[in-house]
């Protein structure tokens, strides 16, 4: 059984930044697609970022230009690094891993979720 856990959310003002950790506990990783998606309360829960399978990167227009994706395959940890935080990032962020086809934004591209970790950016 695969499992992701995030961490590295917490409680930050605006215009600041959070860097969140995915740690898987085989190489799913490794090799393949990984997306980060986070949810806001009465929301549904939304694509942020993906790294496809040759190192590609994508995000979604909110976060472009502010949240970068990256990994390190020999650590099995997925980085999602944050900065100029806006309110409007407030969400709980889940980490994807378990690639099966598709494409990179839909959550039914992805096997496996962490359990999501908490981000609150204070105005």
């Known amino acids: 059984q695969v499992q992701l856990v995030e961490s ?3 409680l930050v003002q605006a ?12 190489g799913t990783f490794s090799s393949n697609a990984v997306g980060w998606f986070r949810q806001a309360p009465g929301k549904e829960r939304e694509f942020v970022a993906g790294k496809g399978l040759r190192e590609s990167t994508y995000y979604a227009d909110p976060v472009k230009g502010r949240f970068t994706i990256s990994r390190d395959n020999a650590k099995n940890t997925v980085y999602l690094q944050m900065n100029s935080l806006k309110p409007e990032d407030t969400a709980r962020y889940y980490c994807a891993g378990g690639y099966s086809g598709g494409l990179y934004f839909q959550q039914s591209s992805y096997h496996y979720w962490g359990q999501g970790t908490q981000v609150t950016v204070s105005s």
Do not use: E
Request: with cysteine; glycine share 34%.
């Open 8 to 10: 590295g959310g917490g």
């Open 15 to 26: 215009g600041g930044s959070l860097r969140l950790s995915c740690a898987a506990s085989v």
